[in-house]
């Protein structure tokens, strides 16, 4: 029996990720469950699932809680804050955490979880866009390990060689050919893009997702944070990385190997089934997922990204080429733009305007500790907002 904690467990990954664990309740327990303010939903899974520990965001928040879980009886310890989120993802009651905390918030538990060497399921793709090398260190040294949760990655982990090391150069790999949607505006006109809404942007075609992510996608910062996230987790160059369009989000990425084999991973859009697989591995489970019906689809598309659309994908690239804590910078003054136009205080492009501003503003460092790391972050952040109209 596997004891599961589930950073995050009310969004969309977390709630899909209970959906997995309820059709093996003979192989996975929960140990604990987190989230930062949805109380009423945190309670609910509680008395459903009846975890040790349930973790929220204030103390007001944890006197919430505790009151909802005693009128339903459930004995569960509540506790709040940061450190008790680390507590829950490295304690020895747990052996695998679902990293699906939304953002840089997400960083600390998930640095804890690697470095008390659990099994580390990693939605949370800004933990490692932030922290990068420093991440794969802690992981190399506590032997933690570490499976994509993101479709692209996962399928990626699925086309490569199963003896995969990424801090060996692997013979026969050509490129990664990472799979993107192309969201919700990939066929808008340009000169419209100024004027979306939130609602707008955050309705994808194919994908039900938090809505952070769901700007990303429009924006496709998303893909821009996964080209970053796959040089960290499979060792490859930005140079041997390609994105490519493919609306129907089938294909979930592909491996080119040096003999012009292409491995490619498909299935119905639904992180089911990444979850699953990262879940089980070496193992093979069911994750709900209706069986993918080709013939029902009849068409497979791609096309190459149009960087004057999608200016977020080739600064995302610089950022990855420039290395040190430029990603951490990008990731910071994204964050801090998609909540400003999220809260409609900002146009659509100003998202891409002011990372590109705060990019151009702040000097790369180089950082080799956490507590660098997070000054950093909170330069782009500060610089981000003093660079938003008010
Ligand atoms: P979401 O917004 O639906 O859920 C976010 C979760 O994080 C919630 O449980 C929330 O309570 C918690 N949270 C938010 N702010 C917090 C804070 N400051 N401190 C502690 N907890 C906090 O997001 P999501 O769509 O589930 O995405 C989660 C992560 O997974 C993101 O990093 C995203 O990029 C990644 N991801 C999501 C999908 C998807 O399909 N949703 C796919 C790939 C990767
Ligand atoms: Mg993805």
Redesign the pocket.
Known sequence: MQRITIL???????VSTLEVLALHPDRYAVYAL?????VAQLAAQCARWRPEVAVV?TAAAAAELSALLRSTGTNTEVAYGEAA?CAVASGPRCDAVMA????A??LAPTLAAARAGKKVLL????ALVMSGQLFIDTVHASGAVLLP???EHNAIFQCLPHDFDRSRVAPGIARILLTASGGPFLNRAVASLASVTPDEAVAHPK?V?????SVDSATMMNKGLEVIEAHWLFGVPASSIEVVIHPQSVIHSMVAYVDGSVLAQLGNPD?RTPIAHALAYPDRIASGVAPLDLTTIGNLAFEQPDLDRFPCLKLAYDALRCGNAAPALLNAANEVAVEAFLAGRIGFRMIDQLIARVMDHLPVVAVTEIDALLEQDRLARTLTHSLIPT
């Open positions: 995050g467990a009310t969004g969309s990954i977390g987190t989230a930062h303010s949805s965001g989120l699906a905390i939304v953002g918030a997400g939605a949370n793709k800004e949760i993101d479709s994908w997702m938090g809505r952070k992510i992180m």
